[in-house]
């Protein structure tokens, strides 16, 4: 999840420019879509600079080369890739409505931005001696792409989204190499981390039937027991002692909460990224536990 901070990039512009600049416009804008595309390639074509100078700085590199990491850290650096995406390419279907354009337009192109603005770090990523590009890591990202644009195919609306969620874990303190210090800790501490299959209940029912519009059903996913050490470690203790994680619980889809004021519009889109902390039930290989509340 490098860079995840990307996805929240965006709104920054548009907040500052006056309400009825906000407005949606029914018919493609030229104006706006300049804007959407300006934006876009000023902050991922900055980003990735700053990446190319920062990130991969002295590591040490090669020739361009694959790496299958597929098999390792429980795939949750793969669900990782995918929420990125989905987050990105769900941004962009936005500013695409803001815009004015009609929702073929719109799927085409939101199936692939968040592939399209992730597929650079696997470039860098190619010609570095210690990782590699990652076919895995392209279909995860293809994947969190094609979600959002399933969405916009099939309903209009993001009906079911990919959500994150993080708690602390010792697993930090212990490897801080390998899962970071502080903040950083959310974003490389996979142990912590929970991704979660959202579906809006009442966008599925009839609309006579009278049901919260905010409350979603959530299907989560986590890992323990990682701790790297692959191809230096037996894969027999590595398979003790990591297992998957599953979960159940509801949700909030605040996007669904009425509001005239473009602050809170905008907030609510960028708090449908995250889970926030409600009961919910986890089931392993281990145990079937109630937690009162999770994150």
Excluded at 99 to 104: E, I, T, V
Aim: hydrophobic letters at 40%.
């Amino acid at each position: 999840m490098k860079y995840w901070f990307l996805i929240f990039l965006y709104p920054i512009p548009i907040q500052l420019i006056s309400q009825n600049f906000w407005q949606k416009d029914t018919i493609p804008s030229t104006k706006k879509t300049w804007i959407v595309v300006g934006t876009s390639v000023g902050i991922v074509g900055g980003l990735y600079t700053y990446t190319g100078l920062s990130w991969y700085s002295g590591i040490p590199k090669t020739k361009f080369h694959f790496f299958d990491d597929s098999h390792e850290w429980k795939q949750m650096d793969k669900v990782g890739h995918s929420w990125t995406a989905y987050q990105q390419s769900k941004m962009v279907n936005e500013f695409l409505i803001w815009a004015g354009h009609n929702r073929k337009t719109r799927g085409i192109i939101t199936a692939l931005s968040g592939f399209c603005f992730q597929a650079p770090l696997e470039v860098f990523d190619g010609f570095t001696e210690k990782w590699g590009a990652s076919v895995s890591d392209l279909v995860a990202n293809a994947s969190g792409s094609l979600l959002a644009a399933l969405n916009v195919w099939a309903f209009d609306e993001q009906r079911i989204q990919l959500k994150f969620s993080f708690h602390r874990t010792p697993y930090a303190n212990q490897f801080p190499h390998l899962f970071g210090k502080g903040i950083t800790s959310i974003f490389k501490d996979y142990n912590g981390q929970s991704y979660w299959l959202v579906g809006n209940i009442s966008s599925f029912l009839s609309k006579d039937r009278q049901f919260p519009k905010w409350l979603n059903v959530a299907l989560g996913y986590g890992a323990q027991g990682l701790e790297g050490g692959y191809g230096k470690v037996d894969w027999k203790i590595i398979h003790q002692r990591e297992f998957r994680q599953w979960y159940l619980s509801p949700d909030v889809h605040f996007s669904q909460i009425k509001t005239e004021k473009t602050f809170l519009k905008i907030l609510f889109f960028i708090l449908d990224a995250v889970h926030m902390p409600l009961p919910a039930l986890e089931w392993n290989k281990h145990y079937l536990r109630w937690h009162w509340m999770y994150f």
